[in-house]
């Protein structure tokens, strides 16, 4: 009788062990089921889309897989007029200056070459990967977010360009309109204009002529290394002589349909859906005319006779990029019609201002009034 209650107890015993026993091991896989779903709230897939609505109630799904647009140059080199012309789509948007995009890419520039950092994150667990999709998630953020959604989305800081290659390989579908102008015309323009750009001493023709040498050497040629088939060179004086003919190859380049719009940004300017124009954006009250020719020559007389006579050697890259550095003034070629009567119009003041720029505008051209 008693090894039999024995037994029983025994056995009662092993029911209740084993039923704890399960009962805590199903509590263990609910709390990691708990945890895995909140790891997975916390931390962003690599192919989620980051989903924006626009005031008509029409979604738009962005990743880094979609046709991302980057727009750059050398300061005023036409960078603006460049993206208020597309802008002016009505399937794209680009908006102002972020600023921020190419500072962060600079500073990621700066990690990967310091041998010392790179350890340092690679100890810590940042590798190269962790980066770039930090690196792809917060651009793609800023790109979305700072204006309203569209079918296409394009980026215009100049300085993006310098790392061209890079943006190539975290955007894998993304393509990029390379700005060029001459160079003489560009540091004029930004000496006059009193542009302040990082390293350029306003003060001497020589010295930012050899520093737009640097810049836009470094751009086209990691252009040239990312191909034709992402990256056009876009030359400004032909896209001020000739609007139509350049428009249409830009678009097809970028395989966007053809819209009319393009070759009227004024008219757009303000309005809902149209262009949106920084009011301390130094090239704002230029783009708020029609395409025309007032700024290509205006370089001419001003340049120093030394800096003329040494100019193939100080900048190079005006030959290599088909100008004639000793060329005073250049042959730009002949205007469209178009551009011609947009000139004449610009000339009589013939144009206007939007309500929202007016006040900003008019104390900017009365201290900047050449370029």
């Known amino acids: 009788m008693r090894v039999t209650m024995r037994r029983v107890l025994l056995v009662l015993g092993s029911v209740v062990a084993l039923m704890v026993t399960l009962h805590l091991g199903q509590q263990v896989l609910e709390c990691q089921q708990v945890l895995s779903e909140r790891r997975h709230r916390l931390m962003r897939p690599e192919n989620e889309e980051l989903v924006m609505v626009d005031s008509n109630h029409v979604e738009y799904r962005y990743s880094k897989e979609m046709p991302l647009i980057f727009i750059g140059g050398v300061p005023r080199s036409g960078t603006t007029l460049m993206r208020a012309m597309l802008d002016a789509h009505p399937e794209v948007r680009c908006g102002e200056e972020t600023r921020i995009i190419p500072r962060v890419l600079a500073m990621r ?15 810590a667990g940042v590798t190269d990967q962790v980066l770039d999709a930090a690196m792809q998630a917060f651009i793609l953020e800023v790109i979305a977010k700072h204006g309203e959604p569209a079918r296409y989305l394009c980026n215009k800081d100049p300085f993006t360009l310098k790392s061209s290659v ?19 015309a560009s540091v004029h323009s930004m000496i006059t ?12 023709y020589r010295d930012c002529l050899t520093k737009w040498n640097k810049a ?22 032909q896209l001020v002589l000739h609007p139509e003919q350049s428009m249409h190859a830009i678009m097809k380049f970028l395989d966007i349909s053809w819209s009319d719009m393009v070759l009227h940004h004024e008219e757009l300017i303000g309005k809902p859906g149209g262009v949106s124009l920084s009011k301390i954006e130094r090239s704002t009250d230029q783009v708020i005319k029609p395409v025309n020719m ?30 004639d550095p000793y060329a005073n003034p250049p042959n730009y070629g002949h205007p469209d019609p178009l551009v011609v ?13 939007p309500a929202n720029l007016k006040g900003h505008l008019q104390v900017t051209q009365n201290t900047s009034s050449s370029h």
């Open 166 to 184: 890079y943006l190539s390989r975290l955007f894998p579908n993304s393509k990029f309109l390379l700005m060029v102008r001459d160079g003489r």
């Open 294 to 323: 007032e700024a290509l020559s205006k370089w001419i007389g001003h340049i120093p006779g030394d800096v003329l006579q040494d100019m193939a050697h100080i900048a190079p890259m005006l030959a290599r990029l088909g100008y």
């Open 341 to 353: 009567n947009n000139t004449h119009r610009v000339l009589k003041g013939d144009y206007k201002t």
């Open 193 to 204: 204009r009193k542009v302040t750009i990082a390293g350029f001493d306003l003060n001497s």
């Open 216 to 237: 836009i050497e470094v751009m086209y040629s990691q252009c040239l290394e990312i191909g034709r088939s992402r990256c056009l060179p876009v030359y400004y004086e």
């Open 109 to 123: 520039q700066a990690w990967s070459k310091s041998g010392r950092e790179k350890m340092r994150l690679d100890e």
